[in-house]
């Protein structure tokens, strides 16, 4: 039976094994790491930027001059806050070249996320994908990329795995979620060591009591945290719809007619006549 991988502590506990780590960068980015330890917590300098963050699993190939950060996302599934995280390991490495600019390390961030994205295109439309990839490449006018960099922010989304999602992706995606909703008989790749090396480390009897309880605390934490997020949300919307009402109720005190206002607030020639008699 494996511990829920959607809670952060039990997450951190799993990915920070080095095995385990290099394998999913492996499999996910296709870099071979070179590295002995993964930090969590990992702050970079104050001076970097106005907005303090912690990096959730970061590890440093000195050799090869590479930076993997890996964010797991429980409830702010906020596409600008990971790019703020991805944006200021660039500018960190940049500190030792600021005279040229030049990147002194590639940067790599990684977020897996467990639910459906609050996020959407400008057009409004929502995002259902599994696999979104951000880099600093240019294009030309007809398209055509520019490969400068290497540096890439890549973001994991469970709920979105489909037939066209690459295997080796597919392997960890399913590995969270089974984990998520099904953990007594999990249906994964353990034909792939480094999953396989996961699974055994999320098995609940290597779990020790200490993290347990750090998980329990975590998860009502997290759970408070929604509750605070949702009542601010609805909190909002409310304060919304009372100035969309004023604006019709003054809408029609300034002698606007009928189909105007239903045209330039979208609403229905009911809603239109109750505000009438209202005022």
Known sequence: MLVNLDNEVHFKNVFTDVEVFKGFVKDVLG???????????????PTIGAIKFKMDLFAEDEKNRTVVEIQKVDYDYTYRRFLHYFLGNLVDVQRNSAKNYRFGKEVYVIVVVTRAYKIEEKSGEPIKDDVLITDINPRTLEGQLRHMHNHQM????????DENTPQEIKDWLDLIKESMNNPENPNINLSNPAVARAAQLA???????????????????KAALAVAVDTAVEKKEVEMQSKIDNAIKN??????????????FGVSAEVVEQFEQEI
């Open 31 to 45: 870099l071979d790491l070179e590295i002995d330890k993964v930090e969590t917590e990992k702050a970079l300098s």
């Open 251 to 264: 809408a029609l005190r300034s002698g606007m007619k009928k189909p105007q206002v239903m045209s330039i």
């Open 203 to 221: 098995e609940t009897e290597n779990i020790d009591p200490e993290a347990f309880q750090e998980a329990r605390i975590h998860e009502m934490r």
């Open 154 to 161: 890549v973001m994991l989304n469970t709920e979105f795995v």
